[in-house]
C-alpha cells in the first residue's frame, strides 16, 4: 500500500468513524483505490455501489476542506459512476 493511500485512509477514517451505509471506493489516479463500507475505512479495489475517481491532490482537498466534492464533480476533478444518491451522502459526510 503506498503511503498516499495510508495516508488518506487514515483521514478518512477520522471523517467517517462510523463506516458508511452502502458501499463505496475512491479511487485515486496512480495510487490505488480506498473502500468505504459499514465496516470502516481500508485500502482495497472490490466490487462497489460507487466509484468516485479523483487525483490524489483532488483527492486531498475535499479530506482538507479546501474544495468542495460539489465542485470538484462539476468542474471535471471528480468522477462518479454508479449510485449518485451515495456520492452525495458521501460528499456530505466528507464537507
Do not use: C, H, W, Y
Not at 487514515?10 to 471506493?25: I, Q, R, S
Not at 475505512?41 to 466509484?51: I, L, W
Amino acid at each position: 500500500m503506498s503511503d498516499v493511500i495510508s495516508t488518506a485512509v487514515e483521514a478518512l477514517a477520522k471523517k467517517l468513524p462510523n463506516g458508511f451505509d452502502g458501499v463505496a471506493k475512491f479511487v485515486l489516479e496512480g495510487e490505488g483505490a480506498i473502500m468505504v463500507d459499514p465496516d470502516g475505512v481500508r485500502a482495497g479495489d472490490e466490487a462497489s455501489d460507487v466509484t468516485l475517481t479523483a487525483t490524489p491532490e483532488v483527492f486531498q482537498a475535499m479530506l482538507a476542506g479546501d474544495m468542495n466534492p460539489t465542485t470538484a464533480f462539476m468542474t471535471g476533478k471528480l468522477s462518479v459512476e454508479g449510485s449518485m444518491g451515495l456520492a452525495m451522502q458521501l460528499g456530505a459526510a466528507m464537507s
